[in-house]
Antibody
């Protein structure tokens, strides 16, 4: 059974940093692209960042470029999102999502999310 | 950036009735269009990909159609568990984008 378990969310002051993790199990993590998607309270889904299986291709939304860094450790089956210079508008539930074999940026499994609140 | 526009924002339907949700892309996304269902407090669930292919375990009452810029999700006979928010998602171009969602509520 595919499982994605996010962690690392919490309350942080504006300008602060957080590192999110997504522990994957139930599939061969090393061959699938992974993505972070966020959802502000009561709002829709917003793509944040994606990384290919080998980390050779990385993409960011303009809203987080230069502040967030996506990475993965295939030896630990874990995806990361380092978030720096956080702003109030970054407050959201952050989901990690697994790509499919044929379409890397189509998401067939999602974690339950971790809540990030940026507030003083 | 490809803008995905969903309509209506809210769809009020009685159980057993048919519901039709629309998604329009600001430029062609070919058939690289997916639909997700999200219930309160839950993660999104993949329903349809490739515009018309049901994901594993998705009931046959869900069907998708369209290509290019116009897409539809049809729920043939709404069940109580289908009342949720539905999002379309294009995975044809960067940045990846989602529609604003359609909330399907009980009439």
């Amino acid at each position: 059974e595919v499982q994605l378990l996010e962690s690392g969310g919490g309350l942080v002051q504006p300008g602060g940093s957080l590192r999110l993790s997504c522990a994957a199990s139930g599939f061969t993590f090393t061959i699938f692209a992974m993505t972070w998607v966020r959802q502000a309270p009561g709002k829709g889904l917003e793509w944040v960042s994606s990384i290919s299986a080998t980390s050779g291709s990385i993409y960011y939304a303009d809203s987080v470029k230069g502040r967030f860094t996506i990475s993965r450790d295939n030896s630990k089956n874990t995806l990361y999102l380092q978030m720096n210079t956080l702003r109030a508008e970054d407050s959201a539930v952050y989901y990690c999502a697994k790509g499919t074999e044929n379409k890397w940026w189509l998401f067939d499994y999602w974690g339950q999310g971790t809540l990030v609140t940026v507030s003083s | 950036e490809i803008v995905m526009t969903q309509s209506p924002a809210t769809l009020s339907v009685s159980p057993g009735e048919r519901g039709t949700l629309s998604c329009r892309a600001s430029q062609s996304v070919s058939s690289n269009l997916a639909w997700y269902q999200q219930k309160p407090g839950q993660a999104p669930r993949l329903l349809i990909y490739g515009a018309s292919t049901r994901a594993t375990g998705i009931p046959a009452r869900f069907s998708g159609s369209g290509s290019g810029t116009e897409f539809s999700l049809i729920i043939s006979s709404l069940q109580s568990e289908d009342f949720a928010v539905y999002y379309c998602h294009q995975y044809n171009n960067w940045p990846l984008t989602f529609g604003g969602g359609t909330k399907v509520e009980i009439k």
